[in-house]
């Protein structure tokens, strides 16, 4: 007579959306071109995996370029606040841009939930005579 055993092995991925940052801060609104503007960003990027991404939109666009993508955060059964700080230098270009900050991960498609900033001033730097 044989003897069968049976196991039973189950387990679980706890999954979770990407939520609006928490916090976005940027260092001044009103720069001199050529000058460095601080971006910081902390949110919540979910699971399995996220990222943090700043965008800057320009003044006449309605298409965010992507300026920085954070390394993605692997979580196995948790989610996963992530802050990260970003130098971008501003060109006299960008007068009027606003930044964007958006936790993404795999369960959202395209810019994920986001804070935006105000609008830039870039002060043109002349040369002295």
Not at 13 to 21: D, E, H, Q, S
Request: charged letters at 15%.
């Amino acid at each position: 007579m044989s003897t069968f055993y049976y196991l039973w092995v189950s387990f679980f991925l706890i999954t979770g959306n990407a939520k609006k940052p928490n916090l976005f801060q940027i260092s001044s609104n009103e720069l001199e071109e050529k000058s460095s503007v601080g971006l910081n960003c902390s949110a919540d990027v979910g699971a399995p995996k996220g990222n943090i991404k700043i965008w800057k939109l320009a003044q006449n666009s309605n298409t965010p370029e992507i300026i920085y993508t954070s390394t993605d955060i692997h979580t196995e059964n948790c989610t996963h606040s992530v802050s990260v700080s970003h130098m971008y230098t501003v060109i006299r270009g960008d007068n009027g841009a606003l930044f964007q900050c958006s936790s993404q991960n795999s369960l959202n498609d395209g810019v994920g939930p986001s804070l935006k900033s105000g609008r830039i001033s870039v002060i043109c730097k002349f040369g002295s005579f």
